[in-house]
């Protein structure tokens, strides 16, 4: 079955840099477009970024571009989300997305804190 598993999220100060991961499971990962969302408390979940499968398109929220990367490699199954020059305002859980045969699948979340 499909399984999407994030890591790396924590309390940064602002300014700071975090690097989240997530490990795929369960579907030919090199098919498929990966996303990455997030969720403030009291907000509804927003997009932050998408790759595609091949890693020749990337797209961003306007509010991180620039500042958020994302990568993938499709040799071991993993999506990157690196923040640089994280601010407040980037405090939520994030989650990784995919879509596989029409149906979404998401990952448990990682929190991410920005704050002194």
């Known amino acids: 079955q499909v399984q999407l598993v994030e890591s790396g999220g924590g309390l940064v100060q602002p300014g700071g840099s975090l690097r989240l991961s997530c490990a795929a499971s369960?579907?030919?990962?090199?098919?498929?477009?990966m996303s990455w969302y997030r969720q403030a408390p009291g907000k509804e979940r927003e997009l932050v970024a998408v790759?595609?499968?091949?890693?020749?398109?990337?797209n961003y929220a306007a509010s991180v571009k620039a500042r958020f990367t994302i990568s993938r490699d499709n040799a071991k199954n993993m999506v990157y989300l690196q923040m640089n020059s994280l601010k407040p305002e980037d405090t939520a859980i994030y989650y990784c997305?995919?879509?596989?045969?029409?149906?979404?699948?998401w990952g448990q979340g990682t929190q991410v804190t920005v704050s002194s």
């Open positions: 997305r995919t879509q596989v045969r029409g149906r979404a699948y």
């Open positions: 369960g579907f030919t990962f090199s098919n498929y477009a």
């Open positions: 790759i595609s499968s091949r890693s020749d398109s990337t």
